[in-house]
Antibody, heavy 117, light 110 residues
Framework: QVQLQESGPGLVKPSETLSLTCSVSGGSINNYYWKWIRQPPGKGLEWIGYIYYSGSTNYNPSLESRVSISLDTSKSQFSLNLSSVTAADTAVYYC???????????WGQGTLVTVSS | QSVLTQPPSVSAAPGQKVTISCSGSSSNIGNNYVSWYQQLPGTAPKLLIYDNNKRPSGIPDRFSGSKSDTSATLGITGLQTGDEADYYCETWDTSLSAGVFGGGTKLTVL
C-alpha cells in the first residue's frame, strides 16, 4: 500500500518561495503521475500540476509562471516550488499519485501552508 | 470560479438515494474521463469513481458514476450518516491542458 507524506515549512513570508516535498513509500515511482493539489481554508480543490515518472510536467495555467515540480527517483520524492507567494496561496497542500492525468488514487494527509509576515 | 459546475449542496434522508451533478463542456467532460472524490471533514480526498463509472477496490457499490455528453453524475444509494462529506468531480481539460475540479458539493444526510 503506497503512502505519501508531505513535508515543508508551515509558514512562508509574502514574496518568498513555498517549497514542499512529498515522500513516497511502499510503491514504485514508475508509470505514475505525481501531483500537487491545494485547498484554501473553507474552499474547494485546486489542481496545481503533475510530473510524470518520465520527467514530463504539466501545470495549472493560472500558476504556471510561478510553479515548478521536480522528481528525485533515487529518494522516492517529488517536490513543489511556488514562487512570489501571497496570502492567496495559503492553503492545505496535498501530494497525490495517479495512474492517469485525471484521477488520483492515493493522497498524502495534506499540510497547511500559511503565507504571512 | 470552477470550470466544472456542481450544486453547492444536496441533502436526503438516511436510506434514500441522492445524485450529484457535474457540468462541463466539450473541452473537458465531453471528451475526457471523469473521477469523483469524497472528502470527509478534516481529511484528504478519497477516490470513489474513476473512468466515469469504475470503482476502486474497497468502494461499495452504493456509489456509482455515469456520464452523458458534457455532464457527469455521482449516485449514492442507501445513504448513511457517514456519507456526510464534500464531493468533488475531476477531469482533464484539453483546452487548458490541465486537470480541473468541480467546486464541490456538500452532502447532508438529514
Amino acid at each position: 500500500q503506497v503512502q505519501l507524506q508531505e513535508s515543508g515549512p508551515g509558514l512562508v513570508k509574502p514574496s518568498e518561495t513555498l517549497s514542499l516535498t512529498c515522500s513516497v513509500s511502499g510503491g514504485s515511482i514508475n508509470n505514475y503521475y505525481w501531483k500537487w493539489i491545494r485547498q484554501p481554508p473553507g474552499k474547494g480543490l485546486e489542481w496545481i500540476g503533475y510530473i510524470y515518472y518520465s520527467g514530463s510536467t504539466n501545470y495549472n495555467p493560472s500558476l504556471e509562471s510561478r510553479v515548478s515540480i521536480s522528481l528525485d527517483t533515487s529518494k522516492s520524492q517529488f517536490s513543489l516550488n511556488l514562487s512570489s507567494v501571497t496570502a492567496a496561496d495559503t492553503a492545505v497542500y496535498y501530494c497525490a499519485r495517479g495512474g492517469t492525468r485525471y484521477s488520483s488514487s492515493s493522497w498524502g494527509q495534506g499540510t497547511l501552508v500559511t503565507v504571512s509576515s | 470560479q470552477s470550470v466544472l459546475t456542481q450544486p453547492p449542496s444536496v441533502s436526503a434522508a438516511p436510506g434514500q438515494k441522492v445524485t450529484i451533478s457535474c457540468s462541463g463542456s466539450s473541452s473537458n467532460i465531453g471528451n475526457n474521463y471523469v473521477s469523483w472524490y469524497q472528502q470527509l471533514p478534516g481529511t484528504a480526498p478519497k477516490l470513489l469513481i474513476y473512468d466515469n463509472n469504475k470503482r476502486p477496490s474497497g468502494i461499495p457499490d452504493r456509489f456509482s458514476g455515469s456520464k452523458s455528453d458534457t455532464s457527469a453524475t455521482l449516485g449514492i444509494t442507501g445513504l448513511q450518516t457517514g456519507d456526510e462529506a464534500d464531493y468533488y468531480c475531476e477531469t482533464w481539460d484539453t483546452s487548458l491542458s490541465a486537470g480541473v475540479f468541480g467546486g464541490g458539493t456538500k452532502l447532508t444526510v438529514l
